[in-house]
């Protein structure tokens, strides 16, 4: 029952299969990932820079995403089990071959490794997840206690006792959500949070509660249902009642949460009140009670991330007779807890992967339990990785790419004008107090006590109870930040993610390999790829979220209101920019407000790597020479959109629009590189151009 910290990331966010099916869209849109034969290949197929993947018939000037990446697009074709596929997909498939192996070589090692270990640990749950005959024979077994506690929920009292047990036991976080974290204001010190509980789908894809009766995608997800709790030994009719009251509740209490907008705003989500404050907005659960429950003392101040939610419960509480909650929580708990059943949950998981994603194909098994196992034993599988498949030199590297995408921003801070005087003084100290780590943390959390056997549920109530333990052991003690440790900034997540609480950012081991990174490549393409990202993370530090934090991490806003009001109108014109892109025919992008933080961000990685680039080619004048017939300059700018190339189904660009602060990838292919004036430079293009944005429009904030 805890919440995440602020974080800022390149990627998109997506849910493990460990969370259950509350997460599990996200991980169908973006973890379809099966490695094909060839996936530890990395050629201009696996979008290693290439002039292959060009399409020179096109000019540059009259659409440059056709003339970088037309050739890739043409000639490659998607597997009918991807529902999106580009880049991450591509290092992902990577990154599962070399887990198939990892994984492969933990099972063989388990029975004689020493308990504990991460072989034990990992390769134990392997083997319990791939023994399907088992799993099909155990049936509801393995959750049967779980549904008597929700079955014996009578009164609000026993839901409060209900919603701790089942959330330390692995079960879904119902209702509302309390722990301890990081404090926004005081980052040496925990605070306690509240937040709302989790819905019965992945946020990824909660706009669908908007959607009327009788829309497709509501009556897919209810069909789904339907045939999950028929699977579980419902009658149909019975099963068909309880899917209405879930669809019910998810769609009040969806209502009530932030908007994706809001949540990405510290001064929405960071709400300081007090329990008896909480209490009378929501006097059905006694929260005194669900805090000595989850044996916590009452604290002096808590947080609340959802200022609308607790009145929205109270009435959803009020209105809903008992049974209505009963019958929601089995459901949750059947959710939650599938992915770890009978392979019989796949079928009815197949349609919901068509209504959500257009793919009914779902991950192979092996993809399916790497993701429970990230979910799990995240930093456990991370270490075997990191062991196997990630270099001393590669994190070496990395980090002095880092050291010089860093000098490119403090080159840069002195000319930013727009920022008063004592603003940029500050930016240039909160600069230099940024952290970054790479690869994998320094020191591993210890999960050698936790108990992994072959009982997979248990398990996870074993894993779910260490984590919670580990949390109270914090609360009332100093911060020590852990790096690595969130499902989004694993080692073996193809991702990046900046924390403004801690003014830095991470950079897992899995993102710092070819295509994204290789040693033996020219600048430009190291630069204008791994280094744009490096550079993207940093600005996260001087954008909406990050003026509000001061360069020890704490929530303070250090800039003055004249450079807010300039920022913004800088920020006015990548939304309107935003808003006018095209995501289909007839569908207009719509969200340059929900998207301009990370659009800022493509801005200021590719602005900054390229500036690197030409710092480090002044010292290296030897590599600044052509290559393929094309100039470094060239060769920067087309690295960067050849890696946002993607080709993907309808459903899945309409939900990321919705929902997702990142673009879509065909438009962070182009659209941060209309704002430099070496793209159109290094290209000829002229006033006129379809690609020519006039100056007017451009922005130059970082």
């Not at 599990?24 to 290439?50: E, H, N, W, Y």
Request: aromatic residues 10%.
């Amino acid at each position: 029952m805890s919440r995440t910290p602020a974080g800022r990331n390149v990627h998109r966010k997506t849910g493990p299969w460990a969370h259950g099916i509350a997460a599990v869209a996200a991980a169908l849109l973006l973890g379809q990932q099966a490695a094909a034969q060839d996936a530890g290949a990395i050629g201009p197929d696996q979008m290693a820079f290439s002039v292959v993947n060009m399409d020179t018939s096109v000019s540059p000037g009259q659409d440059f995403y056709r003339y970088a990446a037309g050739g890739w697009l043409k000639r490659v074709t998607p597997p009918e089990r991807y529902s999106s596929f580009g880049f991450f997909e591509v290092v992902s498939d990577r990154v599962e071959l070399q887990m198939r192996q990892v994984l492969a070589q933990a099972a063989q090692d388990a029975a004689t490794a020493p308990k504990g270990s991460p072989a034990q640990q990992v390769g134990t749950f392997y083997k319990a997840y791939m023994d399907v005959d088992a799993r099909r024979a155990a049936g509801m077994t393995p959750v049967k206690s779980h549904l008597e506690r929700a079955e014996a929920i009578n009164n609000m009292n026993d839901l409060v006792r209900f919603m701790v047990q089942t959330a330390e036991d692995g079960g879904p976080a119902l209702f509302l959500q309390m722990g301890p974290d990081v404090d926004f204001a005081n980052n040496t010190a925990y605070v306690m949070f509240v937040t709302g509980g989790s819905l019965s789908l992945s946020d990824d894809f909660e706009d669908l509660f908007e959607e009327p009766d009788g829309g497709p995608r509501i009556a897919g997800y209810r069909t789904f249902l339907i045939e999950t709790l028929k699977v579980a030994g419902m009658p149909e009719a019975e099963a068909a009642r309880i899917a209405d009251v879930s669809i019910s509740i998810d769609r009040k209490l969806h209502k009530a949460k932030l908007t994706p907008v809001e949540s990405h705003d510290p001064g929405k989500i960071y709400n300081q009140t007090t329990l008896a404050e909480l209490q009378s907005q929501i006097p059905q659960l006694d929260l005194g009670l669900l805090l000595r429950e989850m044996k916590f003392a009452v604290p002096d101040r808590l947080i609340m991330t959802e200022p609308r939610y607790l009145p929205t419960l109270s009435s959803l509480l009020a209105e809903r007779p008992i049974e209505d909650i009963r019958d929601y929580a089995k459901l949750r708990i059947i959710l939650t807890f599938s992915s770890y059943l009978s392979p019989d949950f796949d079928i009815p998981l197949s349609g919901l992967n068509q209504t959500l994603t257009g793919v009914s194909i779902l991950p192979p098994i092996e993809q399916r339990v790497l993701d429970l196992i990230k979910g799990k034993l995240g930093q456990p599988v991370s270490k075997l990785y990191v062991d196997n498949y990630f270099t001393g030199e590669t994190r070496q590297k990395a980090s002095e790419m880092v050291g010089m995408i860093k000098g490119a921003f403090v080159q840069r801070m002195p000319g930013r004008k727009w920022l008063s005087g004592e603003t940029r003084a500050a930016a240039i100290a909160k600069l230099d107090k940024l952290s970054f780590k790479i690869g994998y943390p320094d020191t591993w959390i210890d999960y050698s006590k936790v108990e992994v056997t072959s009982d997979l549920v248990a398990t996870a109530a074993s894993l779910s109870r260490f984590e919670m333990e580990r949390m109270r052991k914090k609360f009332g003690q100093p911060v020590e930040q852990e790096y690595f440790a969130s499902d989004k900034s694993l080692p073996i997540v193809v991702n990046a993610g900046y924390n403004a609480t801690v003014n830095g950012f991470v950079v897992p081991a899995a993102i710092i390999q070819p295509p994204m990174f290789d040693a033996k490549l020219d600048a430009a393409l190291n630069f204008c790829r791994i280094g744009a990202v490096l550079g993207h993370e940093m600005t996260h530090g001087f954008d909406w979220t990050g003026k509000q934090f001061d360069g020890e991490g704490n929530l303070r806003n250090w800039w003055q209101p004249s450079d807010g009001e300039a920022f913004d109108a800088l920020a006015q014109k990548l939304i309107t920019q935003a808003n006018s892109y095209e995501v289909l025919p007839g569908l207009m992008n719509g969200s340059g407000a929900q998207q301009v933080g990370e659009n800022m961000a493509d801005l200021g990685g590719i602005t900054l790597a390229h500036v690197a680039l030409r710092t480090y080619l002044a010292e290296h004048p030897e590599e600044d020479v052509l290559i393929d017939g094309l100039t470094q300059d060239q060769r920067c700018f087309l690295a960067w959109t050849q890696i946002w190339a993607w080709m993907g189904k309808d459903e899945v660009l309409r939900s990321q629009v919705a929902r997702d602060a990142h673009p879509p990838n065909a438009y962070r292919a182009v659209a941060p590189l209309l704002h430099l004036d070496a793209f159109y430079d290094a290209f000829g293009i002229k006033a006129g151009d379809p690609m020519w944005l006039d100056p007017s429009k451009r922005v130059e904030a970082w």
